[in-house]
């Protein structure tokens, strides 16, 4: 109990005289720059991403909600990469590496593999011209080679090429290319956009499948009180290159009715009525299965404000084989002593956490079913409180949260699998089992702590702290989480066209029970991301450098993922 009480206190001298800033990464949907909680990624298409103030043992992107139906579904998880919406118009090129590549090391070391694992580089060069009469055009090339070269042996048996992207013999985890037209107009916006993929998707068993979609298009429409998308994927599935193979013609979309982003609105009440759909024909070797070829996910998103200080927001939807729903209220104190005071109460009831996903992997002879019976309950209180003052701020969160039926994985058995990699020998473990429950209650405490120094718009010092204790069926958690995490950083904004920013960021351990025969534990450590930008306003430019996890050690996050390794990677921006 001491050593806790030393180092919380250890952690709030941190708290007032450190700082923190956001560094972005490579591309969007990529949380790897993320401190405040679990964030462990295995590639690019692939995180654990769970904050220490949501509650429930699951990550963010394994649950779906209404503010995600134009994220990708993969599998059974929802990712913001690879990201199909529209930049604003402009024209960027963006070129990057993880440190160690051998491009460098021949005339250090004498020629090709002769040092070390290879290091791997990220592409990206894409424009969205002016409108002209309110037409657009737009095309767009990106591919994140990180984390891919200490698994490309064993993914390589699998499609026998090592050209399987765009460009390059890196197998990529994420490789894509799109073009298309739009038309803008005030409110209204349409736009079509088609394109060739490859992804590697990470599934339940723990293997890696790849994806090429051949091609995929995705149309969207927006207005203010109207919300669709439509998308075709013509998908090729690669168990085994000649021998399994499995394709997939899928189409999937949603529609709203009601303003966007309602729960943000400050109106009496506000109302949104959709529906998410997805139909599938799968033909050969497929990997995955879904039920009866397709879903329908109606779903009714609402918003009420009946005082200034009183807030509730939620959603609720069934597709009659599953259904989901979330509330939350919000009530906000008048101010006391230049203390912003805010508390409340969320609810996540449901019977899956993704109504939209797949609902059978199948894995030689094995069949691993991805729904369960029963329903999950998830329940949170919180207290926010936030002070600025002069040139400080401070914040407090407390929360504490309580789940029954969580959903968990039942291991049946365990395979093996290796490859000879520049590091020796490496295994990968897979499983076969089903998606199952935790019957019991899960509880758990967290708070939060943030302190910031302002110094007008030109210097930005603060710093945040975080811990959490969960008590439960611990040894059936797919994921136990980070207990304690600080990140430290600052923000300078100089000539108001040259920008700093760096992150100091710690977590502690965490541990993966179920995806290795004996739990994998993921040390915990610091990181360090720095980025500089130069603007040229005048002409519209922006310039940045970035380097990411320069101190964290090597490691690999998650079983059978990638190596987490140092990067850099610079940007050039034209706006129109």
Not at 554 to 570: A, E, S, Y
Request: hydrophobic share 35%; glycine share 10%; with cysteine.
């Amino acid at each position: 109990m001491i050593k806790h009480m030393k180092f919380w206190m250890m952690l709030g001298t941190l708290t007032v005289v450190s700082a923190f800033a956001d560094v972005a990464p490579e591309t969007e949907g990529m949380q790897d720059t993320r401190y405040d909680g679990t964030f462990l990624t295995a590639s690019p298409t692939f995180v654990y991403d769970r904050s220490s103030q949501m509650g429930g043992i699951h990550s963010e992107s394994e649950e779906w909600s209404p503010t995600k139906v134009r994220d990708r579904l993969l599998y059974n998880r929802v990712s913001g990469i690879p990201s199909w919406t529209p930049r604003e118009p402009s024209v960027w090129m963006s070129v990057g590496n993880e440190t160690g590549d051998m491009m460098y090391q021949d005339p250090r070391y004498g020629g090709w593999g002769s040092c070390c694992i290879n290091g791997t580089p990220m592409l990206e060069a894409g424009f969205r011209s002016k409108s002209y009469s309110g037409i657009w055009t737009t095309a767009r090339y990106f591919q994140v080679d990180h984390y891919s070269s200490s698994n490309g042996k064993v993914r390589r048996k699998m499609v026998k090429r090592v050209d399987y992207s765009i460009f390059g013999e890196n197998l990529p985890y994420q490789s894509t290319a799109y073009a298309g037209v739009g038309y803008s107009v005030g409110s209204f916006d349409v736009s079509l956009l088609a394109g060739h993929e490859y992804l590697w998707i990470f599934a339940e068993s723990g293997r890696w499948l790849p994806v090429e979609y051949k091609p995929r298009a995705e149309a969207r429409f927006d207005s203010k009180y109207v919300h669709a998308n439509m998308v075709f994927e013509n998908a090729e599935y690669t168990i085994l290159a000649g021998e399994q193979m499995g394709n997939r013609t899928e189409v999937n979309g949603s529609i709203k009715l009601g303003e966007d982003t309602i729960a943000q609105k400050k109106k009496l009440w506000n109302l949104g009525l959709g529906v998410a759909f997805r139909a599938v024909d799968d033909s050969g070797a497929m990997p995955v299965g879904l039920k009866e070829d397709y879903v329908v996910f109606p779903y009714l998103e609402y918003s009420l404000r009946p005082t200034d200080r009183l807030s509730l927001a939620g959603y609720v939807g069934t597709s009659g084989r599953e259904f989901a729903s979330k509330d939350s209220v919000n009530l906000e104190f008048p101010e006391f002593a230049s203390v912003q005071t805010n508390i409340g109460f969320k609810n996540h009831v449901a019977s899956t956490l993704n109504p939209l996903s797949d609902d059978y992997e199948y894995f030689n002879s094995d069949t691993i079913h991805l729904r369960v019976d029963g329903v999950m309950q998830l329940h949170r209180a919180y207290l926010d409180l936030k002070n600025r003052f002069e040139y400080f701020g401070l914040g407090m969160n407390f929360s504490g949260w309580f789940e029954k039926g969580a959903e968990t994985f039942d291991v049946e058995s365990f395979s093996v699998d290796s490859a000879n990699t520049y590091y020796g020998k490496q295994r990968f473990s897979y499983r076969t089992g089903d998606v199952g429950r935790i019957d019991s209650w899960i509880k758990a405490i967290s708070g939060e702590a943030e302190a910031a120094f302002y110094y007008k718009k030109m210097f930005t010092l603060s710093a945040r702290a975080g811990f959490e204790r969960i008590d439960g069926d611990e040894e059936r958690f797919e994921v136990n989480p980070v207990e304690e995490w600080l990140t430290i950083g600052a923000n300078w904004n100089l000539w108001d066209h040259f920008q700093v920013k760096h992150t100091w960021g710690y977590r502690s351990d965490a541990r993966w029970n179920l995806r290795t025969e004996v739990p994998y534990v993921v040390k915990g450590g610091w990181y360090w991301d720095a980025s500089l930008s130069q603007n040229f306003p005048e002409y519209g430019i922006t310039l940045t450098g970035t380097i990411l996890h320069a101190i964290g050690e090597t490691r690999v996050l998650v079983p059978n993922g990638g190596l987490d390794r140092t990067r850099f990677w610079c940007n050039i921006l034209k706006k129109f």
